[in-house]
């Protein structure tokens, strides 16, 4: 059960007694943010499950929005790897960004990643609106193990193997850049198909992110990726996490082939099975800050208000 507490904001009721009585100004309510500096990664990606959970990616995009809202409110730095896609999240957590920034607070809201070769996209007047709306913007080298790309070509990962090669490791160079960084990590949904890297990007960036020993919070009310990682933390293993449901093409086989030995990335569904049923849930709820039941909630629950108050009564204790 939930503690009786209606405030879900996560701001005391108290904080005026805590100040001396002091009516703050705008300027001070920024340094007493409660979230102030912490870096929170979001992993959200749709979910093939949706509409079967009697879901859609509006119920999706909703949550996502209401939580990157009440961390921004309250101090906190958002980080995003994403692209520039038309009512993508960079675009609808770029826009949260410049409606909630404090007047007098100079720090931006969002850090968004942009690897190659999704960078080559940022032109210099994308980069000037993403700075209008607070965003600051982190473009990546390319990984020094790949040596130097052509900025100037067409790169298809579903058809070659060698750009599919590329995408993969330049996508797992951010996501263990952003574990490295971030003080916690949001997982909701996440395809577990028709994706580009060695991995469902949201199973690779909740692995980076345990493996450095970074609080996460698992919402599998939305199924997915999130699901299926919540299901191998239980024990059990879907079939989506297998090689063999993966590796289910001739592309893909050759894909698996030619990376062998040039990567350091794991390519195995065994050991990603094996990492995950071996990361207990007591050991999530050690580091989150949560209790294993408040876990469980977030693990199934789709109510707003119930996942929003865990994640700041969470974040709050780390």
Known sequence: MLENENNISGISENLSE??????????????FLILRNKKIAISVSESEELEELGLSNQHLKDMSIEIARYLIVNGAKLLYGGDLRNDGYTDLFSELSYQYKYLHDKEFSLLNYFPFPNAKDLTTNAKAKLREKQVEVKILDVPDSLGKLDPLKFYNPKENIEDRYH?????????LQMAKVCDARIVVGGKQNDFTGYFPGIVEE?????????????????????????????GNRPIQMTNEYQFNSDFLIAFREYSFGMTNVITDYDYLFEFFSRYTLDEISRNNGLSVEENQILFESVNIHEIVFLIIKGLKKI
């Open 18 to 31: 805590s100040i001396e009585e002091k009516e703050l100004n705008e300027k001070d309510q920024v340094n």
């Open 167 to 175: 995408f993969a490791e330049c996508f797992s160079d951010m996501r």
């Open 206 to 234: 909740a692995l980076y992110s345990l493996k450095v020993g970074k609080p996460v919070y698992l919402l599998g009310g939305f199924g997915g990726a999130t699901k299926s990682i919540i299901e191998m933390i239980s």
